[in-house]
């Protein structure tokens, strides 16, 4: 779309085509996605200026044909792995929906976007775990790692963009490169080589496959940001089973206990998912007293969506809608307490934090300590007398509030004061 001349704008009133890259593997994510593709639908109804209106991702993969029936504002829809047809959508009405490929399908540049230091770096797509309750595998296909040379090139081009902080993204990262005769470490080891100061922020580690040797390189690497996710949907053994994880309680406590040795100032983020099929209130009690016990601070709590095609669709004992929603709401309450907890205690402490931005209003500079990812952790919120640019800075953590930290600049006139760490 670049290459035709086109650029991004941010006011979809202002824009010729309106693409929506859905989500669409759980129900709150296909309502999410849905209503997004009727708000821009109704603009394309009600606005003088010619919309097109195109969809992208998981949702147009996995539900095509009721998509083109059920909205006909819809003027192209492309399915994953199909990115690079999107050229052919921009004057004609059509639909690319393919099988996900075998390999990992390299089909355009990375594009950077400038207006933050972070970026997602993607090492793989699809999944070949087949956890009962999910329909990723269905939509993305088998696991197909990128290349290292193609990581490499992207990681390359994102720290020449001033990027500082690389978020690793697959459906399974600690499984990178197993089809492709690579291992994770290979991954971790160009990433550790690269020059300059960045942080390395690895998600989606399955407990099935996060290793000691993993845990061994994160706790010697300089680029590893003390910060790892690790989803472990519940703690009961009986569940995990009957959601086909591959590991049971026991193997979850080894792997807490190693990083507790290994890696004692790292934060855990982690994922959660309650009123699975025959989730009895017991079996709920266990997980929340594992939060409580673990002290989990950061993390998300999914109530179990019931998704046609997977095995668990057909398992016996659904809960009531309320009592899903009443347990998601407990033990979200849990990790919320413990994340006060967690942030008092960074309270004194002199960190390095990323600044993102600067609020011209409040004059602020908004950002991140090591202990939250991007969009969907805690910020931190420092006042500057002149604009502060994006870039690392040293911080004295002074308070906490709802947003998550207050802090001071270290280095600077008042700002500057020594504070013991
Ligand atoms: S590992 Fe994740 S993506 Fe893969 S099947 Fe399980 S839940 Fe789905």
């Known amino acids: ?38 708000k ?39 399915g994953i792995d199909q990115y690079d047809k999107i050229d052919s959508l921009l004057d004609t009405d059509s639909a690319y929906i393919t099988r996900p490929p075998s390999s990992y399908k ?3 540049t990375l594009q950077v976007l400038r207006d933050r230091p972070y970026a997602y770096l993607k090492i793989a797509d699809g999944c070949d775990n087949r956890c009962s309750y999910c329909a990723i595998p269905m939509i993305r296909g088998k696991y197909r790692s990128r290349s290292l040379a193609a990581i490499s090139a992207d990681v390359d081009r994102l720290l020449e963009h001033e990027v500082l902080e690389l978020n690793l993204i697959a459906q399974d990262v600690a499984r990178y490169g197993f089809d492709i005769g690579k291992h994770p470490l290979a991954l971790l080891e160009m990433l550790e080589q690269k020059r300059g ?19 061994d390189f994160f706790a010697a690497s300089k680029k590893f940001c003390q910060y790892l996710e690790m989803p472990l949907q ?29 890696l004692p100032a790292t934060v855990l983020r982690t994922t959660f998912i309650v009123g699975f099929p025959g989730e009895t209130r017991k079996e709920f009690d266990e997980l929340c007293s594992f939060v409580e016990e673990e002290r989990i601070c950061r993390g998300g709590v999914f109530g179990y969506s019931r998704e046609e095609g997977t095995a ?12 899903v929603a009443a347990r998601q709401e407990e033990l979200t309450r849990l990790i919320n307490e413990n994340a006060e907890e967690f942030n ?62 207050v802090g001071e600049f270290v280095g600077a006139g008042v700002e500057g004061r020594k504070h013991g760490k």
């Open 1 to 38: 779309m670049l290459r035709r001349g086109l650029r991004i704008v941010k006011d979809p009133k202002q824009a010729d085509y309106l693409v929506v890259n859905t989500c669409g593997f759980i129900q709150s994510a296909k309502e999410e996605s849905i209503e997004e593709i009727l």
């Open 234 to 262: 519940h703690v009961n053994s009986r569940l995990l089973k009957e959601m086909n994880r591959r590991y049971s309680r026991a193997r979850i406590e080894r792997l807490l206990n190693s990083i507790r040795v290994k």
């Open 344 to 405: 008092a205690s960074l309270v004194g402490r002199e960190l390095k934090m990323i600044v993102e931005r600067f609020d011209a209003p409040s004059k602020q500079a908004i950002g991140r300590l090591f202990c939250d990812a991007p969009e969907i952790d805690f910020t931190i919120h420092v006042p500057a007398r002149a604009v502060v640019g994006k870039g690392f800075r040293t911080v004295y953590v002074t308070g906490t509030s709802g947003e998550g930290f």
């Open 197 to 215: 100061e960045f942080w390395v922020r690895p998600f989606y580690l399955h407990p099935a496959h996060l290793t000691e040797e993993i845990l």
């Open 106 to 108: 390299e089909s355009h």
């Open 40 to 78: 821009l639908a109704d603009l394309k109804n009600s606005n003088g200026r010619k919309h097109r209106l195109l969809i992208t991702g998981c949702l147009a993969q996995r539900y095509p044909g009721e998509l083109l029936r059920q909205i006909p504002e819809i003027d192209g829809l492309l």
């Open 312 to 323: 668990a669709y057909q398992f016996n004992g659904r809960l009531a809608q309320r009592t």
